[in-house]
């Protein structure tokens, strides 16, 4: 086994079934190797919106990290992003810290002291987020308690949350990404309806301005707002007023349960896909599940044209796809294998309600190989058999260093027909370059 | 406020230093974390992972693994990893996860020594002290484990990791250790430099290459050097009249009068702004801190401090 990258081809995996996906693929099982994919993952303050950034996705909130320093350490990437200029602090803690918990005992103070140094500075914020971490999950500490005696040390109405980086949860029942979010809607109270409000929720960058927000503008929708738009906190406030929540991420679901259990506002799920036709479906779907009418030929049309355009400069187009982008790896590849384009290879941990896309994929495209990022002999990986044209996803750059690739992982996201167009036009883009 | 940070972003911790000393010697090290800090530490604090593979893993425990001390899971794991990888031997780096449950390192070494056929190293690192108190950990463990001392190596760079000194750092091979002899010029290059030399218990010198070229760009005057103590003494050495004010360890051997270790902002602020120097040099990334200093100041980047590359 030694020297060689653990893989399995889409056929396999369809004949082994979906109880049975291998181990190496699932990952969770054994060390977890040091690929892109799980150092992004792993490290939220390096990459995307991980715990620190989504805890400051209300506007005028700053974050309090209370932790080892070795928790906060990458944050200085972030830091140095303009938006998140003095939006940062930390209270480190020490071994002391650690046996006897007198940390917690501090907190208020501290938190008392950033919100008197930024208020000297002119910009007091509304609330204050504190991000602990695996040592107090295992301590546990109820923070709830904690940030309520901030409140009252503070005594001025600035609200004081808790944004648990517990990596240690990361498969648990409600991980880290899914808790920060119901975390920042539980900032939001009961408020007047305002029948002609929608939300959009799931991401902390907006999603792409689009034919989403054109449709429910047509169909009479005044306000649509998504929290990364919110230009103030009380902005942020008036998402409670609205008539209901489309969530597009499945890891808001339970922040959107609990803003329909708590302010009433019920919600609808819209699922990215980068396939035309389910595309269509869904908004077919959504729009009479609302009530409301609809016109989206223009937009199909667009995508399918786009698709039919790369198809036609580029028949045999071979991706390999990684986990770091913009999509389901395993949906994506599947859309484009059914457009007629070649997958290679997948790095992407299988997760079983992955299967479905796996069992389709194994009958039109068998050979695909599927690697798994978390496996230790991914080590090994060897590109050199690999006939791949472009990449797709970060990650995927890193085992493919010489062939053209799309990142495809900007914060805003794509979604819809759009995404599906500005795709195909990224990659006839790319490889035009590719071969100028 | 003790211990809280308003400017600065937190400094290279001591598990990041350990893997710095252990990068590239062929071992297969493991992070006793969740995944956090080894995205920390190969995400961000180990420049040559982008460039030169290395086989460091997390040990990937869950909140259960933690909770009920799950040492035999974590063994299998390793041991399994072992048959799907070629390494020298086998290295385990604490985190603040282990240390908040107690685990036994030496347990830990014992029951791992039994399953397989490699060499284990424990570094007992908690992530809360800094990166050069790791890099030290980090030297002993390997004296510990592979230097007789009775080798013939010419000449070695201790503490030379790019945690202090970032593409500058020294190439070292575990052969290299298992060299290491009486006769071997043994130099220090940073504070762990210093900690591992004196446990070799060899005659060894101190001296920062990129001090030294820096030496004859600062004018005169009174100079505050906020780095490694290292970095600061190599300056004096070279004729510049200094003090050394330093977040990191400061050894007795290097400590002079007016010479001080720092811990707190305000501590910086006060010695910059009410010191009386005329020129300071360190890493801008502490600029903020001394709002009122006006004198020269002349950037020394410093990762561990910084994260600026």
Redesign the interface.
Same mark, same amino acid.
């Given at each position: 086994?030694? #020297?060689k990258a653990v893989q399995y081809t889409a056929a396999q995996i369809r004949d082994l079934g979906k109880e049975n996906i291998p181990k190496e693929l699932s990952g +969770?099982? +054994?060390?977890?190797?040091?690929s892109p994919a799980? @150092?992004?993952?792993?490290? %939220?303050g390096? !990459?995307g919106f991980g715990v620190k950034r989504a805890g400051l996705a209300v506007p005028e909130s700053v974050m309090l990290i209370v932790? %080892? #320093?070795?928790? #906060? /350490?990458?944050?200085?990437?972030v830091?140095s992003m303009p938006q998140y200029k003095d939006r940062?602090?930390? &209270?480190?803690?020490? !071994?002391t810290d650690?046996v006897t918990g007198r940390?917690l005992k /501090?907190i208020p103070?501290?938190v008392c002291?950033?919100v008197s140094?930024l208020e000297k500075k002119g910009s007091k914020p509304r609330v204050v987020m504190i991000c602990i971490?695996?040592?107090d999950? @295992? &301590?546990g500490t109820d923070m709830e308690r904690v940030c309520s005696a901030c409140e009252r040390a503070l005594g001025d109405g600035t609200r004081v949350r808790p944004s648990y980086?517990?990596?240690?949860? /990361? !498969? #648990?029942r409600r991980p880290p990404m899914v808790h920060v979010r119901q975390t920042l809607y539980s900032l939001l109270e009961p408020m007047e309806k305002d029948p002609r409000s929608v939300n959009i929720i799931g991401n902390f960058a907006p999603l792409e301005d689009g034919e989403l927000q054109k449709m429910l503008f047509n169909a009479g929708v005044k306000h649509i707002r998504q929290i990364s738009t919110c230009g103030t906190y009380d902005e942020f406030l008036k998402m409670a007023s609205a008539n209901f929540n489309i969530v597009t991420n499945p890891e808001v679901r339970a922040a959107a349960h609990d803003m329909s259990s708590r302010l009433g506002i019920p919600y609808i799920e819209l699922t990215r896909t980068y396939d035309v036709a389910k595309t269509a479906a869904q908004y077919k779907a959504f729009a009479n599940a609302v009530g409301i009418t609809i016109d989206i030929s223009e937009e199909e049309s667009k995508a399918k044209e786009a698709v039919e355009s790369l198809k036609a400069d580029h028949p045999d187009l071979t991706f390999n796809i990684g986990e770091c982008l913009n999509a389901d790896p395993f949906e994506l590849a599947l859309s484009l294998v059914r457009y007629g384009f070649k997958v290679g290879e997948i790095y992407a941990a299988l997760a079983p309600e992955k299967f479905k896309y796996v069992s389709k994929l194994a009958e039109l495209s068998p050979d695909t190989k599927i690697f798994c990022n978390?496996e %230790?002999?991914m080590?090994y990986y060897d590109v050199s058999a690999s006939r791949a044209h472009i990449s797709l996803g970060k990650d995927a750059a890193f085992y493919c260093p010489d062939i053209p690739n799309i990142a495809w992982n900007s914060d805003i996201q794509p979604f819809g027909f759009q995404g599906i167009t500005k795709l195909m036009e990224t990659i006839g883009k790319i490889m035009k370059e590719a071969r100028a | 406020m003790k211990g809280l940070r308003k400017v600065l972003t937190p400094f290279a911790p001591d598990q990041s230093g350990a893997v710095s000393v252990l990068y590239g010697l062929g071992g297969l090290i493991v992070i006793i974390d969740a995944g956090g800090c080894t995205g920390n530490i190969c995400g961000f604090d180990e420049p040559r992972w982008q460039n030169v593979r290395s086989a460091v893993f997390s040990a990937g425990l869950r909140d259960m693994d933690a909770i009920l001390g799950r040492d035999k899971l974590l063994v299998s794991k390793i041991a399994d990893a072992c048959k799907k990888i070629d390494a020298s031997f086998v290295a385990l780096i604490g985190t603040p996860v282990p240390a908040t449950i107690a685990t036994d390192y030496k347990a830990l070494k014992r029951m791992l020594e039994k399953e397989i056929s490699l060499p284990v190293l424990t570094i007992a690192t908690d992530g809360m002290r800094l990166y050069d108190e790791g890099e030290a950990l980090a030297y002993k463990a390997l004296a510990d484990e592979f230097i007789s001392k009775d080798g013939s190596l010419d000449e070695i760079t201790l503490g030379r990791t790019p945690l202090t000194y970032g593409s500058d750092f020294a190439d070292i091979t575990l052969e290299d250790y298992r060299k290491i002899g009486p006769s071997t010029k043994v130099t220090a290059a940073s504070a762990s430099g210093v900690e591992a030399a004196k446990r070799l218990g060899i005659p060894y010198e101190t001296f920062s290459s990129i001090a030294a070229d820096l030496a004859g760009s600062i004018p005169s005057g009174k100079v505050l050097v906020c780095h490694d103590e290292v970095f600061g003494k190599t300056l004096r050495d070279k004729g510049t009249d200094c003090d050394i004010a330093t977040f990191f360890t400061l050894h007795d051997e290097i400590k002079q009068d007016g010479d001080k270790k720092i811990t707190e902002e305000d501590e910086f602020t006060d010695l910059a702004v009410n010191g009386g120097y005329d020129v300071i040099v360190a890493d801008e990334s502490l600029k903020p801190l001394a709002d009122g200093f006006k004198g020269q100041w002349i950037d020394a980047p410093f990762f561990a401090l910084s994260g600026r590359r």
């Open positions: 086994m030694a #020297g +969770g099982h +054994g060390l977890v190797y040091s799980t @150092l992004a993952y792993n490290s %939220p390096a !990459e932790a %080892p #320093g070795c928790c #906060g /350490r990458n944050t200085s990437i830091s940062f602090f930390y &209270l480190m803690m020490d !071994e650690l940390h /501090r103070d501290a002291e950033v140094h971490t695996c040592v999950a @295992l &301590l980086m517990y990596a240690l949860t /990361r !498969e #648990g978390m %230790p002999t080590l | -």
